[in-house]
């Protein structure tokens, strides 16, 4: 496997701490945000690990600009062999906050911005016939909970299109993977003003993320207990789950 992992979402939270942990296990790793200065940083932190991590500054809602991203990174560092595309946002939304505008917007960084990662990704892998892609969905796209409509909706469309591309990538050699974490201590979830449990260290959450990117898996989740029991909610019916739903809630919504 080559040895060169682009990471999108890389100034902050996970795709960081995921880009640190990668170079730390002698990756070299091209770190891709919208932040030069925070990228610039991160380089700076890697040095001494084992890898090392370069900059390539870019938008995900800029489909031309990540384009030439992915031709960048091949041209200075050679053929990308694992990507994750962490790069999203989280905005709670209730229902009496709902709008299309938000819902069109989050579907658009979250969704499209993979999609667009994707586009120019896929055919240098599969002709290749090697390679190895990781999307950060979340444990809210197992099915739907308060404030997290438009989020939520983002995270189940990213599980859907894994799924889907993971059967059809595989006889091409290219393995196809999803990442569903829980809570996990980072600036989107500093934003909530709600219980989490199992809440998880970005370091802790970043090894586990790249053991299960490194082995054979489609499904990367953490911590192991929040993301079991969710598992087990999701298989509820709606006439347990709706009322489970509305009791684990009650204080935030009172």
Not at 34 to 55: F, Y
Not at 168 to 177: D, F, I, Q, R, T
Not at 183 to 195: A, G, M, Q, S
């Amino acid at each position: 496997m080559s040895g060169i992992v682009w990471i999108t979402g890389a100034s902050s939270g996970i795709g960081r701490a995921s880009a640190l942990e990668f170079a730390r296990r002698g990756y070299r790793v091209a770190a891709t945000a919208r932040r030069d200065d925070e990228l610039n940083r991160l380089s700076e932190e890697a040095a001494g690990h084992l890898g090392d991590i370069t900059a390539f500054p870019g938008d995900i809602t800029d489909a031309e600009g990540i384009a030439a991203v992915v031709a960048r990174i091949e041209e200075e560092l050679g053929p990308i062999g694992t990507t994750v595309l962490c790069a999203g946002s989280y905005t709670p939304t209730t229902a009496e906050t709902f709008t299309a505008e938000a819902m069109r917007a989050t579907l658009d960084l979250n969704v499209v911005g993979a999609s667009r990662c994707l586009e120019p990704l896929l055919p240098r892998m599969i002709e290749r016939g090697a390679g190895r892609i990781f999307v950060v969905s979340s444990v809210a796209g197992y099915r739907g909970l308060p404030r997290a409509a438009s989020y939520g909706a983002s995270k189940a469309a990213l599980i859907n299109m894994a799924e889907a591309l993971h059967v059809e990538l595989k006889p091409l050699g290219v393995h196809m993977g999803v990442i569903n974490p829980g809570f996990v201590k980072t600036p989107l979830t500093d934003r909530n003003d709600h219980p989490m449990p199992f809440l998880m260290p970005v370091e802790q959450a970043a090894e586990r993320l790249v053991d299960g990117v490194l082995g054979r898996g489609f499904e990367v989740r953490f911590p192991f207990v929040f993301t079991t029991i969710m598992k087990m909610v999701r298989c509820l019916p709606y006439a347990l789950y709706f009322p489970l739903v509305r009791w684990t809630t009650r204080s935030r919504s009172s």
